[in-house]
């Protein structure tokens, strides 16, 4: 399987704290995307960033890109108790939006 | 934004009977949606590639005959689980690309099947 794996699995903070999780895949990508997913609904799209991008930023949100290290991490800054998901990576390594999907990251945010 | 409808959002089945899940993109045309599945608390698994006007492309160890895949026109998709065992009980999510040059895709609610 190519799926990405993402750490930590699961990750549990403080509203206000930031909030940091890593993906890294395996192939060669055209973009790797972000989304969340909120328990038993479908998933939010929130940010791509292509393979020639090193860093993009989406309000609170910050992600990077190292295609070197084939790894990407997600910054959430000061959360809130409304991020608490599950938040996945997912790479398109054809160019034909087929994602691949990581393993994910269940945040919990604590007021 | 670009929005995906899915119908039903949870049914519930006996064994041997076949299921029809709809996935409908409201306010675009999309000539490709994809199909996946989710166990509780694991990642997404795409299932197939669905094709508007052709037949759907499957993943390596998707059975097609058990998940049939028909995507009659530019705005719907239907996945029908044929013959439905208690281990094809799981979360079915459908996306779609939202057209012109972005990439990302635009995912359904799901749909929740649990067959007994």
């Known amino acids: 399987s190519q799926q990405g794996e993402e750490d930590p699995q699961a990750l549990s903070i403080q509203e206000g704290e930031n909030a940091t999780m890593n993906c890294s895949y395996k192939t060669s990508i055209n973009n790797l995307q972000w989304y969340r997913q909120n328990s038993g609904r479908g998933l939010v799209h929130l940010i791509l960033?292509?393979?020639?991008?090193r860093e993009k930023h989406s309000g609170r949100l910050r992600v990077t890109l190292d295609t070197s290290k084939k790894s990407s991490s997600l910054l959430i800054t000061a959360s809130r108790a409304a991020d608490t998901a599950s938040y996945f990576c997912a790479t398109d390594d054809t160019g034909f939006q087929k994602l691949v999907f990581g393993t994910g990251t269940r945040l919990l945010v604590s007021p | 934004g670009a929005v995906v409808s899915q119908h039903p959002s949870w049914v519930i089945c006996k064994s041997g009977t076949s299921v029809k899940i709809e996935c409908r993109s409201l306010d675009f045309q999309a000539t490709t949606m994809f199909w996946y599945r989710q166990f509780p608390k694991q990642s997404l698994m795409l299932m197939a590639t669905?094709?508007?006007?052709?037949?759907?492309?499957?993943e390596q160890g998707v059975e097609k005959d058990k998940f049939l895949i028909n995507h009659a026109s530019l705005t719907l998709s239907t996945l029908t689980v044929t013959s439905a065992h208690p281990e094809d009980s799981s979360f079915y999510i459908c996306?779609?690309?939202?057209?012109?040059?972005?990439?990302?895709?635009?995912f359904g609610p799901g749909t929740r099947l649990t067959v007994t």
């Open positions: 960033i292509r393979s020639n991008e």
């Open positions: 996306s779609a690309n939202g057209g012109g040059s972005g990439y990302e895709q635009y």
């Open positions: 669905s094709n508007e006007g052709s037949k759907a492309t499957y």
